[in-house]
């Protein structure tokens, strides 16, 4: 059984910083793409940031400059550090990874439970 467990949300000031963990457990072959989204209280849930088992990423346009996607491939865990954050970035963040879970398998995809990031004086 495969597991993304996030770490790492909190109730932060505008213009303060946060780090997100999110490592991956279980079975696991090989971890293509993982990326981080974001729902707001009454909004769809949207891409903030992904990146690639190459080391490619890709961010929203709300977040370039602020936030930095990396990932540790012999851990299996991604991170995402926030920076100038504002209350608009308010919203449960969720960890997300295509998974192979043997050499035959084909990717299946994966979501952790959410961690709540409060942007607010």
């Known amino acids: 059984q495969v597991q993304l467990v996030e770490s790492g949300g909190g109730l932060v000031q505008p213009g303060g910083s946060l780090r997100l963990s999110c490592a991956a457990s279980?079975?696991?072959?090989?971890?293509?793409?993982m990326g981080w989204y974001r729902q707001a209280p009454g909004k769809q849930r949207e891409l903030v940031a992904v990146i690639f088992s190459g080391g490619t990423t890709k961010y929203a346009d709300s977040v370039k400059g602020r936030f930095t996607i990396s990932r540790d491939n012999a851990k299996n865990t991604v991170y995402l550090q926030m920076n100038s954050l504002k209350p608009e970035d308010t919203a449960v963040y969720y960890c997300?990874?295509?998974?192979?879970?043997?050499?035959?398998?084909?990717?299946?995809?994966?979501w952790g439970q959410g961690t709540q990031v409060t942007v607010s004086s």
């Open positions: 997300n990874a295509d998974i192979r879970l043997t050499i035959v398998a084909g990717p299946k995809d994966y």
């Open positions: 279980g079975s696991i072959f090989r971890i293509s793409v």
